[in-house]
């Protein structure tokens, strides 16, 4: 338990460790001669020495059988001026025991079991600057304590049992600069408690059981530069609390209770470098509410329960390099919601339900370096979404429930370019469809991305009117499909690879040709004009398919869904009679092998 202490106490004394030791040796066998070190392992001490030795000035009782620290027990060693009690089992410290040291400077005594100290125990240490009570187990301080100790300028009472403050405990300690009160168990505040300490700039009031915090409470900090309220019980934020704090660069306010925050709260903190606000219950951030924090460079706001964030929330916050909004309840980001953050490194989206990003949301962070995805629920994301990001190093996708299929072409081919950025890519797994559930991401190739679709009602199975080649009679068959309530004149496909029979007419772009045998229709083959209606039309020039692999794509984009007729397959030379026949009901389902593979139907 008490190891960190030694460590502490190693490095008070020998932050350097002399060139000419052998590794290994203990350094505190031969203490300085200004040193007076008694261990309970060695020179075991149940009292404090009554010795004589005016040229010490440091003495050190680590972990020995001290149980109480008497009046006048430093009598004859009046240069003192550092004693460290570390780990003892001191139960009482009377009033009156340092007596006599007026140039003790610094006085500890940590992991002891004092309970309550007297009025009087500090008195006559007019030099001392540094108090530290931590960890013993003390519950109560009696008004007066520090009563004489003008210029202290640290004290601590790090893990007590401490549930109060008398009012004006602390007025007497003017230069106090440096005030730990944290792992207590306080739960309210005096609103004049702090008045006295107008040089305070670090003020610990963490893991105590604070509700509420009043008025006026910090009015006299004015040169605070770190306030630690984290892992309390506070509900609200009092709106003026903060306001003469204009010097302050952290406000720890994590693991809370806090539900609103006052839209003006934190007005005036232009320094601030670091803000805490996770695990609260916050569900909305005011739109102005960072507005004056040009240095913020950490921003917490994870683990609370907000559903959106305001556009342009961020804007001001043009210094901040970190934000965590993990672990809540996001379920879309709104373009423009990341404006300002020009410099930000890191940006945590973990475990929200985010289902669809925009495609330009991370366009305003050119400096990202890390962006963490994790546990959401994106299905796929926008092409182009992860471009503006030429700084990206570390990307987290895995937790979601990834759709493979022609919609993850973008990530599909990004992560396979960038496979050293994309961190535990093994777990970006398909989550559907069924047949590809539980494969990474990464392992698949471009042919399995495909988009298997239903027919809607508004799909028609028409025949187009006839056409006369140089050989015979041909049907020109034609098949739309549009989304309900649009037109039925539709855009344009290309096709290709298609066989064509002896004889047909193909269009050529602007020229007409006469296949002499039977062909592959050229790529650049169009049929029906691009109308941007949002149909779609696949024509075939003939019935004659016969089992070869055709392609067909939307106006202006790549080719990539492959289709080919089923059954019946035709042979390679079709009979007359098995081509100018009407569309009938089983050669309609010849074709759906094709249109269950046309995108956006």
Same mark, same amino acid.
């Not at 202490?5 to 004394?13: A, D, E, Q, S, V």
């Not at 003020?203 to 105590?208: F, G, P």
């Not at 990003?357 to 305003?364: N, T, Y």
């Not at 772009?509 to 002499?516: K, T």
């Given at each position: ?9 190693? !490095? ?12 290994? &040796? ?20 149940? &009292?404090? +020495? ?33 004693? !460290? ?15 006599? %040291?007026?140039?003790? $400077? ?23 600057? $540094?108090? &530290? ?64 300490? +107008? ?84 569900? &909305? ?6 507005? =004056?924090? +040009? ?7 994870? $683990?609370?329960?907000? #559903? ?8 001001? %916050? ?46 305003? !962070? ?12 994106? $299905?796929? #994301? ?28 973008? %990530? ?30 990464? =392992? ?62 193909? =269009? ?14 050229? =790529?650049?083959?169009? *049929? ?33 869904? *492959? ?6 397959? !035709?042979?390679?030379?079709?009979? +007359? ?25």
């Amino acid at each position: 338990m008490y190891q960190h202490f030694l460590f502490i106490f190693f !490095l008070l004394f020998h932050p350097h460790k002399c060139q000419d030791q052998t590794p290994g &040796e203990d350094p505190y066998e031969m203490p300085k001669d200004y040193q007076e070190v008694y261990r309970g392992t060695k020179n075991d001490v149940k &009292e404090i +020495p009554k010795i004589a030795k005016p040229f010490i000035s440091e003495m050190v009782f680590v972990q020995t059988s001290i149980t109480a620290v008497r009046k006048g027990a430093f009598r004859y060693m009046p240069n003192l001026t550092k004693i !460290l009690f570390i780990g003892n089992k001191i139960k009482a410290v009377e009033p009156g025991a340092f007596d006599g %040291l007026e140039k003790l $400077r610094d006085l500890e005594i940590s992991g002891a079991s004092l309970e309550e100290l007297a009025v009087g125990t500090f008195q006559n240490l007019p030099s001392l600057q $540094r108090l &530290e009570l931590r960890d013993s187990h003390i519950s109560h301080i009696p008004k007066g304590l520090f009563e004489g100790l003008e210029h202290l300028g640290e004290l601590s009472l790090y893990i007590n049992a401490i549930s109060s403050l008398p009012e004006g405990i602390f007025d007497s300690l003017a230069n106090l600069t440096f005030l730990d009160l944290a792992r207590n168990r306080i739960a309210a505040l005096p609103v004049d408690v702090f008045s006295k300490l +107008p040089h305070l700039q670090v003020l610990r009031l963490y893991e105590n059981e604070l509700q509420d915090l009043p008025e006026g409470l910090l009015d006299a900090q004015q040169e605070l530069l770190e306030l630690s309220l984290q892992r309390n019980r506070l509900r609200t934020l009092p709106p003026t609390l903060l306001r003469s704090l204009a010097h302050l660069e952290k406000l720890l306010l994590d693991n809370n209770l806090i539900r609103v925050l006052p839209p003006q709260g934190f007005f005036g903190l232009n320094k601030l470098k670091l803000l805490t606000l996770g695990s609260n219950h916050i569900t &909305e951030l005011p739109c102005c509410l960072f507005d =004056s924090m +040009p240095h913020l460079w950490e921003l917490d706001l994870g $683990r609370n329960s907000l #559903v959106t964030l305001p556009v342009g929330i961020f804007v001001n %916050l043009t210094s901040l390099g970190k934000l965590i909004l993990s672990h809540n309840q996001l379920s879309a980001l709104p373009r423009g919601v990341f404006m300002g953050l020009s410099k930000l490194s890191d940006l945590q989206l973990e475990t929200n339900q985010l289902s669809a990003l925009d495609d330009k949301v991370f366009a305003p !962070l050119p400096n990202l370096k890390t962006l963490n995805l994790r546990k959401n629920q994106l $299905r796929s #994301v926008p092409r182009g979404l992860l471009d503006p990001l030429k700084r990206i190093s570390s990307v987290y996708l895995s937790g979601n429930p990834w759709r493979c299929d022609c919609n993850l072409c973008y %990530l599909h081919g990004w992560i396979q370019e960038n496979s050293e950025k994309v961190k535990l890519s093994a777990q970006v797994s398909c989550k559907t469809p069924p047949h590809l559930a539980g494969q990474a991401v990464a =392992s698949l190739r471009d042919d399995q991305l495909i988009c298997p679709a239903t027919l809607p009602p508004s799909v028609s199975f028409t025949p187009s009117l006839p056409f006369t080649s140089a050989s015979s009679q041909r049907m020109s068959v034609s098949v739309g499909c549009c989304p309900p309530g649009v037109g039925v004149a539709g855009p344009g496909w290309f096709w290709g690879a298609s066989q064509v029979a002896p004889g047909d007419a193909v =269009s050529l772009g602007s020229q007409h040709h006469v296949a002499a045998g039977w062909d592959l229709l050229p =790529s650049d083959t169009r *049929w029906h004009p691009d109308t941007g209606s949002g149909c779609h039309r696949l024509s075939t020039a003939t019935r004659g398919h016969g089992g070869q692999k055709g392609e067909q794509w939307p106006w202006g984009t790549t080719p990539r869904w *492959w289709w080919h007729r089923a059954q019946p397959r !035709l042979p390679p030379s079709p009979a +007359p009679r098995d081509v100018p026949e009407p569309l009938r009901p089983p050669q309609r389902s010849c074709l759906l092998p094709a249109l269950s593979r046309l995108p956006l139907c």
